[in-house]
């Protein structure tokens, strides 16, 4: 059973499944490493930190939901997941938009991740600067990212082509970090409610 102390079972076992998934035979490895660098990294700081910061379940559950969009992106490269170039094809798009529907989980999964860190450990409370603040810091982690990938760009060359996943848009920077800004709306916009309820369920604010 799940408690505050403890990140949810059904979560943690989910994403060790897809991440062991994800490892097997994948596309390209580098860009494997690097596209789930991400989970690598933040899985063992939730697991040690849970005891003093425990979240609630709907942030669990959207990180949990980022980590799969992000394994799946590493195992098959994000300009190669087989049901989006189906769909490029079917549809007659220009491009594999699987990289697109990811820089909206950008911004809409580590919103609500925000939001709490910034509700339980700064005096913000619900309400206009709150909403602000959260938007600001998911456009600037989508900036930050993009640095990223420019930076290992330079540093490896054309072993980043699959990493950037331009496939060919002059703008793909400004579109990734657009997307990214408007999945943090959406998910404020759709998701704040509930996540106050949680919190206060869970002690941790009062109205």
């Known amino acids: 059973m799940w408690t505050h102390r403890a990140p949810p079972p059904l979560f943690l076992g989910l994403t060790l499944l897809v991440l062991a998934w994800s490892g ?17 990294i933040g899985l063992p ?10 979240f609630t379940q709907l942030a669990y559950c959207l990180l949990t939901l980022h980590g799969v969009i992000l394994m799946i992106g590493g195992h098959y490269t994000y300009a190669e997941m ?11 798009l220009s ?30 409370r619900p309400g206009k600067w709150l909403f602000f603040m959260v938007t600001c810091f998911c456009l600037a982690l ?40 408007t999945g943090a709306i959406l998910s404020l916009a759709l998701l704040s409610k509930p996540h106050d309820r949680q919190l206060i369920r869970m002690g941790y604010l009062h109205v």
């Open 24 to 40: 097997i035979g994948p596309k390209d490895r580098f860009t494997w490493f690097l596209e789930v660098a991400p989970v690598l």
């Open 95 to 124: 491009r594999n938009h699987y990289d697109r529907v990811g820089h909206v989980a950008q911004g809409f999964f580590p919103a609500i991740v925000a939001r709490e860190v910034l509700l339980r450990a700064s005096p913000l």
């Open 45 to 54: 700081v939730l697991l040690a930190t849970h005891g003093r910061f425990p």
């Open 142 to 181: 989508s900036a930050f990212y993009e640095m990223i990938e420019w930076w290992v760009a330079v540093a490896s060359g054309d072993e980043a082509v699959a990493f950037l996943a331009t496939q060919g848009d002059v703008w793909d920077t400004q579109w990734d970090m657009f997307l990214a800004l």
């Open 82 to 92: 087989p049901l989006f170039n189906w769909l490029r094809d079917g549809l007659e």
